[in-house]
């Protein structure tokens, strides 16, 4: 399939009109045009001069052919690599198109602008000189002006009057024809001057929320500087391959997702995860494809092309992300549908009852009927939801929270109950040393040390943390032998020693007090680490996973925005858990589960209100697909961005309050946009009655329903950093 960007659609009507006509013409039946995102996808087989043909009759246009920047690219590639085959996919640079892309952008709405003002002008001039010219040079002033700023909208209304196509379009045409038939030339030059402002602003409203999502999408780097056989090479990015290894100076972006092999720097991740705070990173450490490299020099092997980096997945998905309609973006554009032939009976019915049946003046009738049809355009109303949409998407993606679509954005929005994974969500998922109890000052430590140094098993890192915290010195194990489910013995000095849970050791006798503290960190939830030599017991480690240090404040925002249930599911005992829920506040919790136990508990959940669940996208992965929205926290991981609704791209709970505050506000803006929009609609159609209804008033209540929607939805892309509204 061919990915063109289009510039000129002014609403979202006009973009579902321009798709079904695509569809029509040869091979056009996966034709797929997006308003919300600008870009139309069409099979190689469809005839460009025939798409074009039917774009400009609506006044769109392509701007620029993603496939063709995708090809020029792949082309640069073959001239630049020096090795092997490079391959791109159009994803990787579709967030960032040619420069003259935007010029051709502004050039369509600054052509519009000057037609609309050229129009006013003559208006005005008509106006002024109304009475003091002659009758037909006035009428000729108010044709030239109607024609200047209404001809595009008069040709397609009068094209689908004649196809029986009932649009925006069509309702303007008619309410012109009318104006001029009775007369009515200032007014009917009015309704063309206003329609095309409405149009241009509404083009405007939604160019604004694209343009902020093109910004973020522009975070990908285009070169990187390869090294091979000493010598720096200047290469595209889609030319790297696993293994290349790459110079970032200070200032410059890395390429792809790798390992530092040399350097040390700190990095900007925010295109990643959102945090603007730098992290610094040493060799070893892994590296994200879009982050800045802030002071030092970094040498970094590329662990992954492009393509499948976690950049270039974002930027795919939230582009993908836009083209989503939503149940309620569904829902309008079907009402549109059928209500737009409703209000042409309407006004058909208010132009010939009231003559027929009560003997009302005919051409007063028609007036009111006429002034029907401007109310009754649905612009405000197909626009309530788009725009209000793409700034929720790419809000939340500056917060590097990756909503994969609107539909999940609005699902957001509504959920009452968040389920939460414990291990690795709620908690670090390490393990560390929450009590120490000492019985040999001189030994316990330095055996411990001597025993755990060589295990890789998390318990055994955590411990040694503990050593190493008490700068504890210590000779290494002469012998170390596994006791399978209970521990290790290990020889040190020519003495036996031992380290395990309380069934390594079995060959000595417990202390009461001893005992009575091993049940009493028992009940806390921690897990024991004993260490005993032949005789006696050394001391213990309570050992536990650590708490994560916003997830109170997380929980407790979550409450306070609305989240009327937050439930903590988990594998570990039920003491364990009981601890955890306590310290961090959560409603309720479930301890012991297995995996499809965690299943049955959403389920259970989701019966009863809408759920989220909240896991790392790994081993949650069966809970995340059973619940209304699936939320992965995985800073990245592949699993994490595959697996979910929505993704936070940073390793702790921090950014998921503000997510859901900014999915209910886009759902508030939502609603409080059809109320607008229909509510000024109702009113106007009410003066009809009493007959007080005019052109005037009918202009200026959709013109200002369309501006105002189109304002509001654009406040969510500036909406301060509060938890809650």
């Known amino acids: 399939m061919n990915e063109y960007r289009i510039k000129g659609l002014s609403c979202a009507g006009c973009a579902q009109r321009i798709e079904d006509e695509l569809k029509q013409l040869e091979h056009g039946g996966e034709t797929r045009l997006s308003y919300n995102s600008g870009k139309l996808t069409v099979h190689p087989g469809v005839s460009m001069t025939e798409v074009k043909r039917i774009l400009k009759s609506d006044g769109a246009y392509i701007s620029s052919s993603l496939s063709q920047a995708h090809e020029e690219t792949a082309a640069a590639d073959e001239g630049h690599a020096t090795h092997g085959h490079s391959h791109s996919h159009s994803h990787a640079h579709s967030g960032h198109d040619h420069d003259h892309e935007h010029d051709h952008s502004h050039a369509g709405g600054n052509k519009m602008l000057k037609l609309l003002i050229a129009s006013s002008v003559i208006y005005a001039a008509a106006l002024v000189l109304d009475g003091t010219l002659e009758r037909q040079a006035v009428i000729l002033l108010y044709l030239a002006a109607t024609a200047i700023s209404g001809y595009t909208t008069f040709l397609r209304g009068l094209k689908n009057l004649f196809r029986f196509k009932f ?135 590329i662990t992954k092309a492009y393509e499948d980096s976690s950049l270039a997945k974002i930027l795919h998905l939230v582009q993908e992300a836009q083209e989503t309609k939503t149940p309620t973006e569904l829902f309008i554009n079907r009402f549109a549908k059928y209500y737009t032939p409703l209000i042409m009976v309407v006004a058909l019915l208010v132009m010939v009852l009231p003559p027929l049946l009560a003997g009302g003046d005919w051409q007063t009738w028609l007036y009111q009927g006429l002034s029907v049809l401007i109310v009754g355009c649905p612009c405000a109303l197909i626009l309530s939801s788009p725009i209000a949409i793409v700034s929720g998407i790419t809000r939340n993606a500056r917060n590097g929270v990756l909503v994969k679509g609107g539909v999940f954005l609005e699902q957001l929005g509504k959920i009452d109950t968040l389920a939460f994974d414990k291990t690795g969500t709620l908690t670090k998922g390490e393990p560390h040393v929450a009590r120490m109890e000492s019985y040999d000052d001189t030994n316990f430590l330095r055996f411990a040390g001597a025993i755990e140094q060589s295990s890789s098993h998390p318990l055994a890192k955590a411990i040694m943390r503990e050593v190493e915290q008490h700068k504890t010195v210590f000779t290494p194990a002469d012998e170390i032998r596994t006791l399978s489910g209970r521990g290790i013995q290990a020889r040190i000095d020519g003495e036996e020693y031992w380290l395990g849970n309380e069934g390594s050791i079995r060959h000595i006798e417990i202390p009461h007090h001893v005992q009575q503290r091993i049940d009493e960190l028992k009940q806390e939830g921690l897990t024991l680490v004993l260490v005993a030599d032949s005789s006696r017991v050394l001391g213990l480690f309570g050992i536990a996973d650590e708490i994560r240090s916003e997830s109170r404040g997380v929980i407790a925002a979550l409450h306070k925005l609305g989240i009327k249930q937050t439930v903590m599911l988990t594998g570990d005992h039920q003491k364990t858990a009981e601890k955890v829920a306590a310290a961090v506040g959560v409603s309720n919790y479930y ?38 929205l699936g939320i992965a926290m995985g800073k990245g991981t592949d699993s994490a961005i595959e697996t979910a609704d929505i993704v936070l791209m940073q390793d702790h709970l921090g950014k998921l309050p503000e ?39 009918a202009i200026l209540s959709d013109m200002g329903a369309t501006i105002f929607v189109t304002l509001v939805s654009l406040t969510i892309l500036i909406q301060g950093k509060k938890q809650s509204d």
């Open 167 to 301: 649009t925006i379009d069509t309702l303007m045409t008619i309410a012109l024809i009318g104006a001029v038939a009775i007369g009515e030339w200032k007014e009917a030059t009015l309704v063309a001057i206003l329609f095309g402002l409405n149009e241009l602003l509404e083009g405007y409203g939604m160019e604004k929320a694209r343009r902020s999502m093109e910004t973020l999408l522009q975070v990908a780097p285009k070169e990187a500087i390869r090294i091979q056989g000493g010598q720096e090479q200047v290469v595209p990015i889609a030319s790297l391959q696993v293994g290349d290894l790459v110079k970032i100076k200070p200032g410059d972006k890395i390429p792809s997702d790798g390992i530092v092999s040399e350097g040390k720097s700190s990095v900007n991740e925010a295109a990643i995860t959102g945090e603007s705070l730098p992290i610094e990173k040493e060799a070893g450490e892994s590296v994200y494809g879009g982050a800045i490299n802030n002071e030092g020099l970094l040498l970094v092997e």
């Open 659 to 697: 997510a859901v505050s900014v999915s209910r506000r886009v759902n508030r803006i939502i609603r409080f946009n059809i109320i607008v929009s229909l509510g000024l609609k109702i009113i106007a159609l009410l003066l009809t009655i009493p007959g007080w209804l005019t052109l005037w008033i």
């Open 591 to 628: 301890g012991s589960l297995l995996p499809e136990d965690k299943v049955s508990r959403i389920k259970e959940l989701a019966a009863k209100g809408q759920v989220a669940m909240i896991g790392d996208g790994i081993n949650d992965a069966p809970a995340l697909a059973s619940a209304q």
